[in-house]
């Protein structure tokens, strides 16, 4: 069976972007055609601003609390923190020393990220798409459901797989492909048509939480910025306006629709119909899995002890698979 892997940073809260972009899709791809392993990613969430000690493992059990009140089960997939399954720090190594970095520079994240203070970033973060490699490859996984923005870092990967196999001259490491599908694979921010969905973004109305309370998200979709004109009928009409198309797009996301489907039924609507509409709809949706999460962090140990054999499980993938690339780079096996 063919292995999916992907994961989170648990850099922060969840938002709507984060579960439609990605946990949602995670969830549809758990079953039989595929084995599935999730991740909090906490030594990608260290890369960037530093955070208390406390705030991070809050962080990661939020997160773990998150993926599986929104349908991750831990029996159908392997559910894991990044840093409890130490063959991915490992294999990340051995990409620093196999990616370029020219490769790097090129990341638009980084750029992005780092912005004209690229001298007082962490090494961390200018490495950290070769650590995404190594958790994807570690697993020998080839489908690796993202949302739009780590397209290119899934790229890299294959980048790395190639010269690996290509350096040492074996067809070891598989090429992974980015899974970006669905109506809502770039979020936008409710104030911004141009700028993503982020959990970092300063402005808190700028986007929806997984833990915001239905007056919350009632009153960020009432005030979200959209453009005077009605809903046009098909997409094509939504071409050259952001805001009215991100809202679309959640809603069709939401309602497992197609943007298409969506615009026959709200063609035509003004927003001020729209928007009540959409705000209900995300209310239905997001309010159980909230109501959940909260459950489940009353439970900590109950998440500790599925993150600890989530990692029994994934490194009896991840071990092998290790031991076979020291193999072929020339470590000397313990006795
Ligand atoms: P991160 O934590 O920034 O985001 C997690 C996932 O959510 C998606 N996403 C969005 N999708 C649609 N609209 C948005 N506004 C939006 N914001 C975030 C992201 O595309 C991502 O799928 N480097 C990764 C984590 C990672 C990873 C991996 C992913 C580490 N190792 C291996 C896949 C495979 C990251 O920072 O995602």
Known sequence: TPRVFSGIQ????????????????????????????????DLHAIT??????????????????????SGIDPEKSILINQSQVPEHAQL???????ARMGWMQRMTQ?????????????LGLFAYPALMAADILIYHATHV?????????????????????????????PMAEPVIEGAATRVMSLRDGSKKM??????????????DDADAIAKKIRKAKTDPDALPSEAKGLEERPEARNLVNIYAALSEQ???QVLTEVGGKQFGEFKPMLAELAVDKLAPISSEMARLMNEQDEIDRIL??????????????????????????PV
Request: charged share 25%; glycine share 8%.
């Open 258 to 260: 197609s943007v298409d």
């Open 48 to 69: 960037a601003k530093f955070l208390e000690p406390e705030t991070l493992r809050k962080n990661t059990r939020e997160l773990c609390a998150g993926f599986i009140a």
């Open 10 to 41: 648990p850099s922060g809260g969840l938002t709507l972007g984060n579960y439609l972009g990605a946990i949602k899709r995670f969830v549809d791809m758990q079953g039989e055609e595929f084995e599935t392993v999730y991740c909090m990613v």
């Open 308 to 333: 600890t054999r989530g990692a029994e499980r994934a490194r009896e993938i991840t071990a092998p698979i290790l031991r076979q690339t020291y193999d072929i780079v020339g470590m000397v096996p």
């Open 145 to 173: 459901p993202v949302g739009e923005d780590q397209k290119q870092h899934v790229e890299l990967t294959r980048d790395i797989a190639a010269k690996f196999n290509h350096d040492y001259g074996v067809d070891f490491f």
């Open 198 to 211: 982020s959990k970092s973004d300063p402005s808190d109305a700028s986007r929806i939480n997984m833990t």
């Open 92 to 98: 990340g190594w051995i990409f620093n020393c196999v």
């Open 110 to 122: 980084f750029k992005d990220k780092a912005g004209k203070n690229a001298q007082n970033q962490s």
